[in-house]
């Protein structure tokens, strides 16, 4: 029977150590005395990726006659399984690991990498703190938290605008309150006080100009001409012009990050970008706090993400629950007749559910195929159901119910 020598490889602050089965060191290759190198090999090995220290070592302990090698990290373990041809098990966590990791300053005085506890203490608090940078560094790189950023800009741009078109709407309004009726969006409003300042500047040609539509400029044009709003000095036109150009600024920032966003989503999610939208797929992303958290979700939980409150109230007052959250704005949802919506709202947020699993895991593109799947399910539904489902009381007969006589009901029987 041929004998097989194990050895467990450890990979620690201090180098990577082959530990018999005895646990006494076989071999051992330091890492240099440098915090940021050491830090960097040890976020290689975390990430299952070899590194010469590693090599080295396994080609001394296979010299020695060593055939099988013990890791704790699974993917390492297979890495170096493909890479240098050797028979590789996994025991995580290992009992001779835990015992290195007790005694490693000692280790680390026996193979002269430090003089006493006290200067490896130190050394371990030093690479420690370079492993923590590295890895905080490498979180704020992820691409998904850029679109969490974005999309949260996006709604504080949306407060802004709405209150500062509100106070204009109020201010401008002291000198042309009609106009206020007559115009709903706040960009188009603020657009034609900035342009026209007066409203004597109101004539039909001069809104036109402004891409109004004919009858609409021949609605404003004659609610100037019969305005009960008050006149202005040139220094109060002049400041509202200059707040409607603040806001319109703020318009053309708001449509750069909608296009940032678009980028980002092809980019980092494409399969849910197509599936159900950038904006919607970028704002799912934000509620969860990134594409990893939000592909572990199942299905159901996607499905009422944006509608915590009445979930909760739901929980606690016994109310019906939310049929959908934000998943509400996609166009097959809410453009689903009324007693379809809660079903339409089941499968998209199945179909999301892997799309965005897809986005996290895989990479390949299957969004087309996602969406086309889809839509077959909602037209199959809705052929299905094109009138609302009676519910089984509601075809109970309708005839009254006979009381019970006063002699009955006085006796309680």
């Not at 806001?247 to 920032?253: A, D, H, R, S, V």
């Not at 159901?300 to 998943?327: C, D, N, Y």
């Amino acid at each position: 029977m041929v004998n097989v020598l194990k050895v467990t490889v450890i990979t620690s602050v201090l180098g990577v150590i082959g530990l018999g089965e005895d646990g006494k060191i076989a071999a051992y290759k330091l890492f240099p005395k440098n915090t940021s190198e050491t830090a960097a090999k040890l976020m290689d090995v975390e990430s299952g990726r070899n590194i010469n220290e590693l090599s080295e070592a396994i080609q001394e302990l296979k010299e020695k006659g060593f055939t099988k090698f013990i890791f704790e990290n699974t993917v390492l373990g297979r890495t170096v399984q493909n890479q240098l041809n050797v028979e590789v098990e996994v025991v995580s966590p290992s009992e001779i690991g835990e015992s290195f990791r007790e005694k490693m300053s000692e280790y680390a005085v026996e193979t002269g990498f430090a003089k006493d506890a006290l200067e490896f203490s130190r050394w371990v608090h030093d690479v420690s703190m370079e492993v923590s940078q590295l890895k905080v560094g490498k979180a704020t790189e992820k691409r998904d938290l850029m679109i969490v950023q974005a999309v949260q800009a996006l709604d504080d741009m949306d407060k802004t605008l709405n209150l500062l078109s509100t106070r204009i709407r109020e201010w401008y309004g002291l000198h042309f309150p009609e106009l206020d009726r007559l115009v709903e969006k706040h960009e188009v409003y603020a657009s034609l006080v900035k342009n026209l300042g007066r409203k004597k500047e109101f004539t039909q040609e001069n809104i036109e100009k402004l891409g109004i539509s004919k009858n609409k400029a021949a609605q404003i044009e004659k609610a100037a001409e019969s305005s009960m709003g008050g006149e202005l000095k040139d220094q109060d036109i002049t400041q509202i012009q200059s707040l409607c150009n603040c806001i319109l600024g703020l318009y053309e920032e708001r449509s750069s990050t909608e296009k940032y966003i678009e980028e980002l989503m092809e980019e980092v999610a494409p399969n849910t970008a197509f599936l159900s939208g950038a904006t919607l797929g970028a704002r799912l992303i934000a509620i969860a706090g990134g594409l990893m958290n939000l592909a572990k979700m199942p299905a159901s939980t996607i499905q009422v993400l944006g509608a915590e409150k009445a979930l909760f109230r739901s929980l606690t007052t016994g109310a019906r629950p939310p049929k959908h959250g934000v998943i509400f704005q996609h166009a097959l949802i809410h453009g689903s007749k009324r007693w379809l919506r809660g079903k339409v709202a089941r499968i998209f947020a199945g179909r999301l559910a892997i799309a965005v699993r897809t986005d996290a895991f895989s990479g390949t593109y299957i969004g087309d195929k996602l969406k086309a799947d889809l839509e077959k399910r909602v037209d199959d539904l809705q052929r299905k159901y094109p009138e609302p489902k009676i519910k089984t009381h509601e075809r109970i007969s309708s005839k009254p119910i006979k009381k019970p006589s006063r002699r009955r009901r006085k006796h309680g029987r």
